[in-house]
């Protein structure tokens, strides 16, 4: 990451873009704003980012459809914005990925704080080898990222679970690299694992089921007593 980061400002209010652009730069932040998805995508092509600050209730594509639409090619940290207070529905947003949420009316400096600490988070992660494809085969299988999809040799398709299809996901981008349980936990869930009491090791043997041969004697994912997990299957795009 750069010594500025850059960050995005996604909401069709223009009061909101501004307060928030002006606020996080006066604190030292790059900050780039966009009115809606269209213009969002236009900036990704251009910038390079560091992090979203995304509106769910937007017209034309919402956040929601936005940020599952990121987690299926990349990484980049996503706060949202939500003028929703039920819980259920801050925890559908935490499920397509995002890394936390604030809700509308927010103060700017909690706003700035939780961009400060999902920002640490993302420095302490790994990063990612290059953009995820959209069809990956290892192994026996095929993984449409796009579909959510996976395939095995017979062109059937094996459903898996957003946690596991996001864990999966995170294997195939760290290949072969010891990624400890906690760092699984900020890939796979971010804040949503104060949400979701699953443990990492619980998702593991799920995912294991599903795609070992032998999920009790395992080729794909080994396990590193003391240090977490890696994947040594070898991978291709397609």
């Known amino acids: 990451m750069e010594s500025t980061p850059h960050v995005?400002?996604?909401?069709?209010?223009?009061?909101?873009?501004?307060?928030?652009?002006?606020?996080?730069?006066?604190?030292?932040?790059?900050?780039?704003?966009?009115?809606?998805?269209?213009?969002?995508?236009?900036?990704?092509?251009?910038?390079?980012?560091?992090?979203?600050?995304?509106?769910?209730?937007?017209p034309g594509q919402d956040g929601l459809s936005l940020c599952q639409q990121l987690r299926a090619t990349s990484n980049l940290p996503v706060i949202l914005l939500t003028a929703v207070?039920?819980?259920?529905?801050?925890?559908?947003?935490?499920?397509?990925?995002?890394?936390?949420?604030?809700?509308?009316?927010?103060?700017?400096?909690?706003?700035?704080?939780?961009?400060?600490?999902?920002?640490?988070?993302?420095?302490?992660l790994p990063p990612q080898r290059g953009p995820r494809a959209r069809s990956?085969?290892?192994?026996?299988?095929?993984?449409?990222?796009?579909?959510r999809e996976l395939l095995g040799e017979d062109g059937v398709a094996v459903p898996l679970s957003t946690a596991e299809f996001r864990l999966l996901c995170v294997f195939l981008d760290h290949p072969a690299m010891v990624l400890s349980r906690d760092q699984l936990l900020d890939l796979t869930a971010g804040r949503a694992a104060d949400v979701f009491?699953?443990?990492?090791?619980?998702?593991?043997?799920?995912?294991?089921?599903?795609?070992?041969?032998?999920?009790?004697?395992?080729?794909?994912?080994?396990?590193h007593w003391g240090g977490g997990y890696s994947f040594e299957a070898r991978s291709c795009a397609s």
Do not use: C
């Open 136 to 147: 990956v085969q290892f192994d026996r299988w095929t993984l449409d990222t796009s579909r």
């Open 85 to 124: 207070t039920e819980d259920a529905d801050r925890i559908v947003g935490l499920e397509v990925g995002a890394d936390d949420y604030i809700t509308k009316p927010f103060n700017p400096r909690e706003l700035l704080a939780r961009v400060k600490a999902v920002l640490r988070r993302a420095q302490s």
């Open 197 to 223: 009491d699953r443990s990492i090791d619980n998702q593991v043997s799920r995912l294991r089921r599903k795609i070992e041969l032998d999920p009790k004697r395992p080729e794909l994912i080994k396990t």
């Open 8 to 58: 995005a400002i996604v909401d069709d209010h223009r009061d909101i873009r501004e307060l928030v652009g002006r606020y996080l730069g006066q604190h030292g932040f790059r900050v780039s704003a966009a009115e809606n998805a269209v213009a969002f995508q236009r900036l990704l092509e251009r910038s390079a980012l560091d992090l979203v600050v995304l509106d769910i209730m937007m």
